[in-house]
Each structure stands twice: as C-alpha cells, then as structure tokens.
C-alpha cells in the first residue's frame, strides 16, 4: 500500500503526474523509461510542503542552502541522454541535492552513487529516498570534483552543477564506452555536454544553452 503523503491529493495527484509527462513528451523526450519513471515517482515530497503545489510545474525550486532542484524537463533530457545508446549499470551522480534526479536514476539502472558537499542537503535526500525504498543507492559527502574513486570505473555519470571545466578525476573515472552529462560554463552561459570515452580518448557532443547553480569545491 502506498503512503497517503507519497501519493498526493489535488496538486499533488498522480493524475498531475501523468500531465506533467504528457508536457515532457510534447516538449521532446522520447524516452518511455525515462517518461515512465516519472510518472511514477512523486517530486513534490522533494520540496518544502509550502512548495509542494508547484513541484510538478515545468521550473527549478528552491531546496535551501542556495540550491534549487532541477526543473523536470532538465531532470528528463540528462536522464535520456545518459540512457541514450545503452542501459548504464553503474552511475555516479555528482550533486545529490533533494534527491529527485537521484530517484529516477535508482529506478532506471542498477547502482547509483551519489555525492554531495552540503551535509544537510544529503541527509534529507537519504530520507525522502528512504521513504520511496530506494535502496540501489550509495551516499558521499564530500567534493565531488574527486568522483569517488572506490567505485570507479562507471559507465555512466551525471553532473547537476557546472564547472568552468570537465574536473579531470571524472574523466579518468569513466569507463571506455562510458557517458558523462555534465553543464560546462560560466553562471552567465552553461553548455550542456554529453562525453563518451572511447578506447583512445574522449568525443565530446555539446547539445543545449542551460542554466545550473556553480560547481564548488570542498565541502560545507
Ligand atoms: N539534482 C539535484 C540538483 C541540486 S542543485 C536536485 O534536483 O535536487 C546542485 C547540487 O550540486 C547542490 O546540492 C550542490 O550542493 C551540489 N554541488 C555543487 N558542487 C558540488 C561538488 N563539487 N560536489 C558535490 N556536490 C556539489
């Protein structure tokens, strides 16, 4: 049985759900893993309660500490780009943040790794993700810039904040074959990339204008 407060009433319905992935799907992911996912995953036990009523819009939130979480149709197309040509088996996702992008990922592949820089944020993201039984899923704290190298090779990382540059610890920490999604620039102009390793080196595909909060280093 499902708990009350997972499903939602009224803005939080399963029927708003279904709405907001008719929107994704009009605005061009295709990917029926990724659409159902999130169609079944509720995203407003991810934000405050005073917030909950929004969390199905098409926009990013606040989740504190300066963070948002991303809008949905970001959540999809990173998603649908790092499923792309395979079904990766391990992924590292740097910026664990509220943990809804951690969500689908758990339901989509085999094992996620998630780090985060901000102690508080992780420990309500353990919780929600707790909540929805989720437990495919490993938790760092600390600088993600580091990737997490006891892990490492994974054929699949995911990236939710953006550095000048692609830090060079996640490069050597994907697999050959692997597939990294990563925002690349500046606060004014962010390009999201999709890397892939080949045996020799790495091709590197830049794809959309975005806009994510900065990738720090260390940890609060
Ligand atoms: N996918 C998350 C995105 C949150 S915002 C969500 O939808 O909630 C980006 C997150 O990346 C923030 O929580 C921020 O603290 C974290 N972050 C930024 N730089 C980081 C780094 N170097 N290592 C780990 N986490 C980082």
Redesign the pocket.
Same mark, same amino acid.
């Given at each position: 049985m499902i708990m009350p407060h997972l499903q939602g009433i009224g803005m939080t319905s399963q029927r708003i759900r279904e709405r907001m992935v008719k929107r994704l799907s009009e605005q061009g992911i295709s990917d029926s893993r990724v659409l159902d996912a999130m169609c079944h995953t509720p995203r407003h036990i991810?934000v405050d309660e005073a917030l909950a009523s929004r969390a199905y819009e098409d926009t990013a939130l606040p989740?504190g500490?300066n963070? #948002? /979480?991303?809008q949905p149709y970001i =959540?999809a197309r990173m998603t649908e780009l790092l499923l792309h040509s395979n079904k990766p088996k391990k992924v590292l996702? /740097? +910026? #664990?943040?509220?943990?809804?992008? #951690?969500a689908i990922l758990a339901k989509l592949v085999d094992q996620v790794f998630s =780090?985060?820089?901000?102690l508080p944020?992780q420990k309500k $993201?353990k919780d929600h993700l707790w909540d929805l039984k989720l437990k495919n899923i490993s938790f760092s704290y600390?600088? +993600?810039?580091l990737g997490w190298s006891d892990y490492a090779p994974f054929d699949g990382i995911l990236v939710? $904040?953006a &550095?000048l540059s692609i &830090?060079e610890q996640l490069l050597q920490q994907l697999s050959i074959g692997g597939v990294m999604v990563i925002p690349v620039g500046t606060n004014q102009k962010q390009v999201l990339q999709r890397v892939t390793r080949t045996s020799e080196s790495f091709s590197v595909e830049e794809l959309d204008i975005v806009s994510? =909060? &900065?990738?720090?280093? +260390?940890?609060?």
């Open positions: 991810f989740i500490f963070q #948002t /979480i991303s =959540v996702e /740097i +910026g #664990t943040g509220c943990g809804y992008q #951690t =780090v985060e820089r901000i944020l $993201a600390g600088d +993600g810039g939710s $904040a &550095p &830090p994510f =909060v &900065p990738f720090l280093s +260390g940890k609060e």
